[in-house]
């Protein structure tokens, strides 16, 4: 049994390599907690005491397998992850992946600066001095790390308009991961202690590490300028569907008032036919003036403003190209889901659902919507001619260009969102889609 001082040492050491990047990892993901802060918080002491133990199975008892402890430690990440935040897993290991690389350069630079400072400790594994330049190194790189979080990975992380395009990024962190995993433990020519106290190899390897933020930056700046240009996009397009039922109400409004303006003479016309017994020359007025009332299309389906300009948009559109169109919807004005999200979500269903009618020459759309118990419930059906892509992952693909269909993507994003969840089903003459949002 070791004694108790140096136990404390290796304890030291473990939660100063544990604690500071864990809160750094855990920040993207603050408002993601699958449970309560309570039960994090227990679940994150729980891991500490796992670290602990980690710790002094390196220091003492791992002879010499130092490497198989980090992959451990590493594995035993992933699963805290997992257990403790509510995201996709491939962010997750990407997150998990950056957070040790940061952690492997923080133990080498600590490691080579005791070198310098004290040669004789250095030697030893896992003593004051090590945790002293450890703790020097975080303060330096403290600040920085912190600022990418909150400013860069963060804002990624949380505006992400789709989620798919993670699911390959996480090789980045991963293939800089093998890098240093095979520069500190894969030497086959000098020991894990021997690569950290020689200072040309830890200036090698903080190169490889600001190269490695360098990538991580532009990847999470393209992800965020991304997610503005879609964000600006859908905006675009709702205001473009606004600017068009203003203009089809407007067209209505002006039609009504030609119409109780003629209203008059139509009348002056119908009684002298009537009086001259002319029914056959009447009916056959009457016949031409009714194909001339205004188009009676309702321009109200639902109180929520958002909603209904889609509706009301689409509404046009169906009946333009001969599409029946039937709706049954509740949802009130005031909810807490977006109206920008709200429209786009319609938008996009309605939008699918009357291109594939379009291409067929006619069909019929059902919409339904109601909102119950701070859940709001979409249904979409539409008939098709019963074919629908999909990729090797199952998702559907685009039948206006290549690649997956972006408005499918974009409801799966609002739906996540919002804590929700979205269902695509189809036979071999209807689609179905329906949408479950949370606004609470």
């Known amino acids: 049994m070791p004694p108790v001082y140096r136990l404390i040492e290796v304890w030291i050491y473990s939660l100063l390599n544990f604690l500071p990047l864990l809160v750094l990892a855990l920040y993207p993901f603050r408002n993601r907690f699958r449970f309560s802060k309570p039960v994090t918080g227990i679940l994150i002491g729980l891991m500490t005491l796992v670290q602990l133990g980690l710790g002094t199975w390196a220091a003492f008892f791992s002879n010499g397998r130092a490497g198989m402890v980090s992959a451990v430690s590493t594995v035993l990440y992933a699963l805290f992850y997992i257990l403790a935040v509510k995201t996709s897993f491939a962010k997750i290991l990407f997150t998990l992946l950056m957070t040790s690389n940061n952690a492997n350069l923080i133990v080498t630079a600590s490691k080579c600066l005791e070198g310098q400072l004290f040669p004789e400790l250095a030697t030893q594994a896992y003593r004051w001095s090590f945790s002293l330049c450890m703790l020097v190194v975080e303060l330096v790189l403290w600040f920085p790390l912190r600022q990418y979080m909150k400013k860069v990975y963060t804002p990624a992380v949380e505006r992400e308009p789709s989620g798919f395009e993670w699911k390959y990024l996480w090789l980045i962190p991963g293939t800089f991961y093998i890098i240093w995993y095979y520069e500190i433990y894969g030497n086959a020519t000098q020991s894990s202690l021997n690569v950290a106290l020689q200072p040309k190899n ?223 089903e189809y036979d071999d003459k209807m689609f179905y889609a329906s949408v479950m949002l949370n606004d609470n």
Request: with cysteine.
């Open 202 to 424: 830890t200036a090698f390897l903080f190169l490889i590490n600001i190269g490695a933020f360098l990538v991580y930056y532009v990847v999470t700046r393209l992800i965020f300028e991304q997610d503005k240009n879609m964000e600006l996009s859908e905006k675009n397009h709702r205001l473009a569907m606004s600017k068009l039922q203003y203009d089809s109400l407007q067209e209505r409004i002006s039609e009504a008032r030609r119409a109780k303006h003629d209203v008059r003479h139509h009348i002056a016309l119908m009684q002298e036919l009537l009086r001259q017994k002319e029914y056959d020359e009447l009916e056959k007025y009457l016949q031409e003036y009714s194909m001339s009332v205004p188009d009676d299309t309702p321009i109200a389906f639902c109180e929520n403003s958002a909603a209904n300009v889609v509706i009301a948009y689409f509404a046009q559109l169906a009946r333009n190209n001969g599409i029946e169109y039937i709706v049954k919807t509740k949802i009130p004005e005031k909810i807490r889901i977006g109206k920008t999200e709200l429209s786009v979500l319609l938008g996009n269903l309605i939008e699918n659902a009357m291109d594939a009618c379009t291409q067929n020459g006619g069909g019929k759309i059902i919409i339904r919507a109601s909102y119950e118990a701070h859940s709001l419930c979409f249904a979409v059906d539409n008939t098709f001619d019963g074919k629908a892509k999909k990729d090797r992952d199952g998702a559907f693909l685009s039948t206006k260009h290549k690649g997956r269909g972006l408005g499918i993507e974009s409801v799966k994003s609002i739906a996540e969102r919002y804590n929700g969840i979205c269902k695509f």
